[in-house]
Every structure is written in C-alpha cells, then in structure tokens.
C-alpha cells in the first residue's frame, strides 16, 4: 500500500504544479477539450443504443423466464458499458496525445528542468513523431483491453460476481495502460520505447497503479480531464523519472 499511496502522491505533485503554472494548465487543457467532445458525443451514443444492442447480442435468452432473462441482460449490459469506458478512456488519452504531442513535451520538458534538475541528451519528440507513438501505442493497448474485455464480458454473465468483478478490473486494467500511456513522452525523451516502459513500470508496479486508477477514475468526470490530463502529464514525468532511477 505504500507504493500505491507514492504513486497517488506523485498525481498530487503534478496538480500542484499544473495548477501552479497558468501555461501549463493551458496548454495541456486546449487538447483535452477537443478530445473530450469527441468522445463524449460516442458515448452518449453508446448509451441511448445499449439496451438494444444488449438485446441483439443475447437472442438466446428470449425465451427465458423474465427474472433470468433481466439479470442476464443488466449483466451484459454492464459488462458492454464498461468495456465501453475503458475503451474510450485509453482512445481519449492516445488522441489527447495525438493532439496535443508538442504542447505535453513542453509540460514533460518543464517538469523535468524544474523538478528533476534535466534530462542529460534529452530527445527532442516533435509533432510528428509523437503522433505516430500515440497511434502505435494506442492501437497495441486498446488490443490489450479488448482481450481483457472479452475476459470481463465473459465474467458479466455469471450473476453478483460478474457485477461486482467485472467494474474493478476495468478500472486496474484501464489504470494500468492509461499509465503507459501517459509515461510515453518522458520516456521517449530518454530514448526509452514501449517496452522499456512498460518493463520499468512493472518494476513499481503498485506505483503505477496508484497514480493510474485515480487518473482514470477522474477522468471518467465529465470535462474534468481538462485539468486531471495536464496534471497526469506532469505526475506521468514524475513516475517516469521514479520507475528509470529506483527500479525494484
């Protein structure tokens, strides 16, 4: 539990600084807003369509007595509407990212130069490069939460335990890679790819989920994100630095 109170600590820290700074709120909020519209209206979407969508998707309990047949639906549909959120969450930090590539360098960069005395040969990331890592690495974990999702789908229909299980591994699992997606940057400028990040934050691996599972839960607060992202840029520099300097 220690290194999961570090990992909550170092989101603290990141508000503290984003909030101390007026351009680094600003310039991390302008991508997350138009982010946010984006997948909001998907969502919305997604909600007026569920019950039919649930319906289409379990034909074979139409004959079933009416109490199986409601658990098993709200079941399914609880399993599709978190699915749904983690997906959107880790769509809408990759297209944050996509967005917003130079604009979080610059916050990762102001991080680094005032909180952790630089980054020695610092890589220069830019607009494009950063593009392609956020398409890259948002299609490789988005095939990891579906594969998870086929495995939390299939917990939905078992009844009380699939209602129960099924939201909290949604949110580690989507704590866990909307991590990775956050350290992309910080680790980039070290020369650092995805499997170096995501090997050294296995390593603090219950600091990582501590500042991954309030960054994901805050973000499923509508507009929210337009503080929680920038802060989650600056915390995710200072996991970065954490994971690559005290691995376990």
Not at 216 to 241: D, N, R, S
Request: some cysteine.
């Amino acid at each position: 539990m220690r290194e999961f109170g570090v990992g909550v600590g170092l989101l603290a820290r990141g508000f503290r600084l984003v909030l101390s700074s007026g351009s680094m709120l600003l310039k991390g909020a302008v991508p997350a807003l138009l982010s946010s519209l984006v997948l909001f209206g998907g969502l919305v979407a997604l909600a007026v369509n569920l019950g039919d969508l649930v319906s289409w998707m379990t034909p074979f309990a139409d004959g079933w007595s009416q109490t199986w047949q409601t658990i098993l639906r709200i079941g399914v549909g609880i399993s599709v509407a978190v699915l749904a959120v983690a997906v959107s969450v880790l769509v809408f930090g990759a297209l944050t990212l996509i967005i917003g590539g130079p604009f979080y360098e610059s916050i990762a960069e102001q991080v680094e130069d005032t909180e952790l005395g630089g980054v020695p040969s610092a890589q220069q990331v830019g607009w494009g490069r950063s593009a392609w890592i956020g398409v890259r690495d948002a299609v490789l974990l988005i095939a990891r939460i579906v594969l998870w999702g086929i495995v939390l789908f299939a917990l939905g229909f078992v009844p009380v335990v699939g209602q129960v299980v099924v939201p909290v591994l949604a949110v580690l699992v989507g704590a866990w890679l909307l991590a990775v997606e956050l350290t992309a940057i910080p680790f980039v400028r070290r020369g650092q790819g995805l499997k170096e990040r995501r090997r050294a934050l296995k390593g603090r691996r219950a600091m990582t989920l501590g500042f991954g599972t309030p960054v994901y839960l805050l973000c499923l607060i509508p507009l929210a994100a337009l503080v929680v992202f920038p802060a989650a840029m600056a915390g995710g520099t200072l996991l970065a630095h954490r994971a690559l300097t005290e691995p376990r």
